[in-house]
């Protein structure tokens, strides 16, 4: 049977999962970050991810979802108070039934698998962690097979982050790099092993508008900062860039929404030319190490 404990102050056990929330180096420390919610918490479990513990409302009636989750993952279990669960959970009204303590995978650009059809988000030191958490739901939503955030950035496993992909983060392989380096070279030896991967960067004055452009091959998509776009760095490696041609009075679109109407588009010409990715295809995540 898992390990249940009872906490019922604010020890020390509990502050350290309080700083999970707001302090980023502690969550690189201890490699582990919380979910709260049962879409994304039931997706961790499905997809393998370390779940170190359980933290749940003693207080409450619990629903057959928590009951049953409490009674299959085999982890430490801790029974606490409504309002400790509710802070957990940054609820201001009403407390969560479980929050997830969960483990973080390895930085590893290798937990992308790169197929025929490769379909892949690079996001430029991105400020936003709800644009972070955006992305990754429509990258997951429109076939694509990972994303790769670069540069000093939000944190991918910032609570922001993790609430706005609803649990797509758990599904979509999603790595941290510093540098440009460490992704030239990692295309480098897909494209040494068989695989042309093209590197499409987007920009206000693309070469050519997305729609003219052939995204049913190997495509690496190169997204820039919410404010500055792409840095030189990175526009000097992209192969080919792209514009979304747009009519009215509105001169771009926010990052997360360009993203998302390339990804359609990049969806749409693979339907159309029969090379879609199976929708059931697996991928390399956080469980899969």
């Not at 779940?51 to 606490?80: G, M, N, P």
């Not at 052939?214 to 992209?238: F, H, I, K, M, Y």
Request: aromatic share 6%; glycine share 8%; charged share 20%.
């Amino acid at each position: 049977m898992p390990t249940v404990q009872r906490i019922t102050s604010r020890n020390a056990r509990y502050q350290q999962w309080q700083a999970l929330l707001g302090n980023r180096n502690k969550r690189q420390r201890s490699g582990e970050f919380l979910v709260q919610g049962v879409r994304p918490i039931t997706l961790a479990v499905r997809y393998g991810w370390p779940v170190h513990a359980l933290i749940y409302d003693e207080q409450r009636k619990l629903s057959q979802w928590a009951e049953e989750l409490l009674r299959t993952v085999r982890t430490e279990h801790i029974a606490t108070t409504s309002d400790m669960v509710a802070d957990l959970g940054e609820k201001n009204e009403s407390a969560p039934e479980v929050v997830a303590v969960v483990g973080m995978p390895a930085d590893d650009l290798d937990r992308i698998t790169v197929r025929d059809d490769f379909l892949g988000v690079l996001f430029d030191r991105p400020t936003s962690p709800g644009n972070i958490g955006s992305i990754i739901r429509s990258a997951d939503a429109f076939g694509a097979d990972g994303l790769i955030v670069a540069g000093h950035a939000a944190d991918v496993y910032d609570p922001k982050s993790v609430r706005a992909s609803t649990g797509s983060l758990f599904a979509l392989p999603s790595v941290r790099v510093a540098s440009p380096r460490e992704v030239v070279d990692w295309v480098d030896a897909q494209r040494a092993a068989g695989q042309p991967v093209v590197l499409v960067g987007t920009d206000e004055q693309g070469d050519c508008d997305v729609f003219d452009f052939d995204l049913t091959q190997p495509v690496l998509l190169l997204v820039g900062n919410e404010t500055n776009g792409l840095s030189n760095a990175w526009r000097e490696v992209c192969d080919h860039t792209v514009r979304i041609p747009m009519t009215g009075a509105a001169s771009s679109l926010n990052a997360a929404n360009a993203t998302t109407a390339v990804l359609y588009e990049a969806a749409r010409q693979r339907v159309a030319s029969g090379r879609a990715s199976s929708g059931g295809a697996p991928r390399s995540t956080g469980g899969r190490r």
